[in-house]
């Protein structure tokens, strides 16, 4: 009886043991066809992967390529330091443009020259053809640089106005008029008369109004002219401006006829105190 529990006992361990082992074969077998499965899609995702990683790097290679091309080929606006750069030169020029304009108060007066040679406060002067004059000056109150400045010598009677110098600079504050030199090769000659000088900005005129600031045109000195006549004996000389004066001759007679006159007295006085 004994034995035959033993028996029964045996085979159902062994019944149950093959049982057992089979499910656990089974779950094996799925296991590892699972594992194939995900061995044979990881290999697919990552081509995926990789492909996607390779668009995105060529078309990020295409953007930057494009964005450094667009500077250098002026068509798109400029990025990151070129935007600095560019408004920092912008700014730069307009600042260099901004520096050359002068501003100037409307209140302020126009420039104007002061006279060194000859003084203002001299006697009339004049000046013999033929000779050097010299003209010398200084500017006051001047703002704005005239580019280029005329001297002139202006005479009413012919209305003429006489170049002395042309086109000078504002350091160029003194002039000696040649004028023998300006006489010889003149079309116009100098006439004995009085002249007014004339300084001002060659871009204007003599008589235009000056802006505050602007050089004003001069005609504060007036000097003579006047051309030296050849030596002439005083018995031949004759003065134009002088016809009622009495000649040689006649101032003779004059002396002869006042020395009668005074003997005649004497001789009278001298008979009445007989």
Same mark, same amino acid.
């Given at each position: 009886?004994?034995l035959?529990?033993i028996?029964?006992l045996c !085979? ?19 296991a ?7 061995a ?11 492909s996607?990683r390779?668009?995105?790097t ?5 953007v930057s ?7 250098a080929?002026?068509?798109g /606006? /400029?990025i990151?330091?070129?935007?600095s ?7 730069t ?5 901004g520096?050359?304009s002068?501003?100037v108060?409307p209140?302020? /007066? /126009? ?6 040679t000859?003084a203002?406060?001299?006697s009339q002067?004049?000046i013999?053809?033929?000779?050097y004059a010299?003209?010398?000056?200084n ?5 704005? @640089?005239?580019?280029?400045v005329?001297v002139?010598?202006y005479?009413s ?7 002395i110098?042309?086109?000078l600079?504002?350091?160029d504050t ?7 030199g300006?006489?010889?090769?003149a079309?116009?000659?100098?006439l004995v ?6 300084i ?13 600031g ?6 504060n ?9 050849a030596?002439t ?5 004759q003065?134009?401006?002088c016809?009622?004066?009495f000649?040689?001759?006649?101032r003779?007679?004059?002396r002869?006829t006042?020395a009668m006159s005074?003997?005649? !007295?004497?001789f @009278?006085?001298l008979?009445?105190?007989r």
């Amino acid at each position: 009886m004994k034995l035959d529990i033993i028996i029964f006992l045996c !085979c159902f361990l062994v019944s149950s043991a093959a049982y057992s082992e089979s499910p656990l074969r089974l779950h094996d077998l799925a296991a590892r066809n699972a594992l194939h499965m995900r061995a044979v899609s990881v290999p697919s995702s990552t081509k995926t992967a990789s492909s996607s990683r390779s668009s995105i790097t060529s078309s990020f290679a295409s953007v930057s390529a494009s964005e450094t091309s667009s500077p250098a080929s002026g068509s798109g /606006p /400029p990025i990151g330091d070129a935007s600095s750069t560019t408004n920092s030169a912008s700014m730069t020029a307009s600042a260099s443009t901004g520096s050359s304009s002068i501003s100037v108060d409307p209140r302020s /007066p /126009p420039g104007g020259v002061s006279m060194i040679t000859p003084a203002i406060t001299a006697s009339q002067t004049y000046i013999k053809v033929g000779d050097y004059a010299t003209f010398s000056w200084n500017y006051t109150s001047l703002i704005v @640089t005239p580019s280029a400045v005329n001297v002139e010598a202006y005479c009413s009677i012919n209305n003429y106005y006489y170049p002395i110098a042309e086109n000078l600079t504002v350091k160029d504050t003194q002039v000696v008029w040649n004028t023998s030199g300006y006489q010889e090769t003149a079309t116009i000659p100098l006439l004995v008369a009085e002249y007014t000088l004339y300084i001002y900005d060659a871009s204007s005129n003599p008589s235009a109004v000056a802006s505050p600031g602007c050089l004003a045109p001069y005609d504060n000195l007036n000097f003579g002219v006047y051309t030296p006549q050849a030596y002439t004996p005083l018995n031949n000389y004759q003065c134009a401006t002088c016809s009622a004066s009495f000649s040689l001759i006649e101032r003779n007679v004059l002396r002869g006829t006042l020395a009668m006159s005074l003997i005649a !007295c004497l001789f @009278t006085v001298l008979f009445m105190m007989r």
